[in-house]
């Protein structure tokens, strides 16, 4: 209850923070819409205001509301009136990219001497956001399989040319449910992966009746072993009950442990509670049996403190967490944040990274960075 309880205060004061950019967006689409569509009646701006008013609280305020419902009673209803709420989310931040591109080319053109069509322009933006905006729900529920080579030095025989499935930020809730996790199972399965990786945020923290997912997580087939590490959305739902969970699947959950794989050292590393800092290289040494001699595969959430793993000898270091912004223009800041390991595969020296951009979406059910994915790991000798 207490553990609710917190969930609901952080979640209102977020809200509270996010709200005044939320009514802001709406403004700036009312001025938008003022301009590229001038009222010839008086009445007709008091209907667009009184419009974007209700649009703004009722889809604004439902964000917090439905996760409260879907939380409370989990249904078809409050799962899609869950999913509505961040569509909406999605759109506004679409369109006013949409809106800000259209005063660009009124603003350029002017400059060059044109008198272009902002009625024109402004049709355009509206019909672009929407186009835009179902490009991004299609990316975020279609994911892709991302294959890579990674070369891991001192690999031992048996590994050369197998493959290593990762999968990251599934975000297992009210919007992917059941009959996605299924979907994702046998696509999964159908690559015939030796091994599969989970890399945090296999839930989405706003759920409690996760209990619904071991069915279609034990469709999940990997012949030496499925692995997991948690991520910060599993602090969120609660740690006790995602490993409740967990054990009733065929998944290895690595709580600061290592699991040898015939010869190849899988790591997890637990994601710390709420304000807790963590060194990732003192928990990984603490822990009796890792040797720094043999290849290792690390399953940390996040791509930080990247220099100081890479020095401890690990081989390959499997995240996600970033989702790339998950929506344009939004990758660009998690470029900055993650010092450009915020996606993708790097490399120096012996030391290799991946981080995934996920499998789910977060908020919004929209992808305009990147597909949802799959990654594929195709290991060799370094």
Excluded at 60 to 81: E, Q
Excluded at 115 to 120: F, G, I, N, Q, Y
Excluded at 274 to 283: G, I, N, P
Excluded at 333 to 345: A, I, K, N, P
Aim: glycine share 8%; net charge positive.
């Amino acid at each position: 209850m207490l553990n609710k309880v917190r969930k609901i205060l952080k979640s209102s004061v977020v809200f509270l923070l996010v709200f005044p950019s939320y009514i802001a967006a709406h403004v700036a689409v009312y001025f938008s819409v003022a301009h590229f569509f001038p009222f010839s009646q008086p009445y007709e701006k008091n209907i667009l205001i009184w419009l974007l008013v209700m649009l703004g609280s009722f889809l604004g305020f439902s964000i917090m509301i439905s996760t409260l419902l879907a939380h409370r009673w989990d249904n078809h209803f409050n799962r899609k009136y869950y999913f509505f709420s961040g569509v909406w989310v999605g759109f506004m931040i679409n369109i006013l990219l949409f809106f800000a591109f259209g005063w660009l080319v009124v603003f350029a053109s002017q400059l060059a001497g044109f008198d272009p069509s902002e009625r024109k322009i402004g049709s355009l933006a509206i019909i672009g956001a929407a186009i835009y905006s179902l490009y991004g729900i299609v990316n975020a529920f279609t994911p892709v399989v991302k294959k890579i080579n990674v070369s891991i030095n001192n690999l031992p025989k048996v590994w050369i040319g197998k493959k290593i499935v990762q999968i990251s930020d599934v975000h297992l809730g009210h919007i992917y449910h059941v009959d996605y996790m299924r979907e994702v199972a046998k696509r999964i399965n159908s690559l015939n992966p030796d091994a599969i990786v989970i890399t945090g945020d296999l839930f989405d923290g706003t759920d409690g009746h996760v209990d619904v997912f071991i069915e279609p997580l034990n469709l999940l087939k990997a012949p030496q072993g499925i692995f997991y590490a948690s991520g910060n959305h599993e602090t969120y739902l609660g740690l006790n009950e995602t490993f409740k969970v967990l054990g009733k699947t065929k998944i290895t959950c690595l709580r600061n442990q290592i699991k040898l794989v015939d010869g190849l050292q899988f790591i997890g590393i637990e994601y710390p509670k709420h304000s807790e800092k963590l060194s990732v290289v003192r928990a990984i040494k603490k822990i009796s049996n890792f040797k720094q001699s043999k290849p290792s595969i690390l399953l940390w959430h996040t791509p930080t403190q990247v220099g100081k793993i890479r020095r401890l000898g690990i081989s390959l270091m499997l995240s996600g967490h970033t989702h790339k912004g998950q929506l344009f223009p939004f990758g660009i800041v998690t470029r900055f944040m993650f010092g450009g390991y915020d996606y993708g595969l790097k490399k120096k020296g012996n030391f290799s990274i991946y981080t995934s951009c996920g499998l789910g979406a977060w908020g919004t059910p929209m992808r305009t960075e990147k597909h949802s994915e799959i990654v594929e790991i195709t290991l060799s000798k370094g």
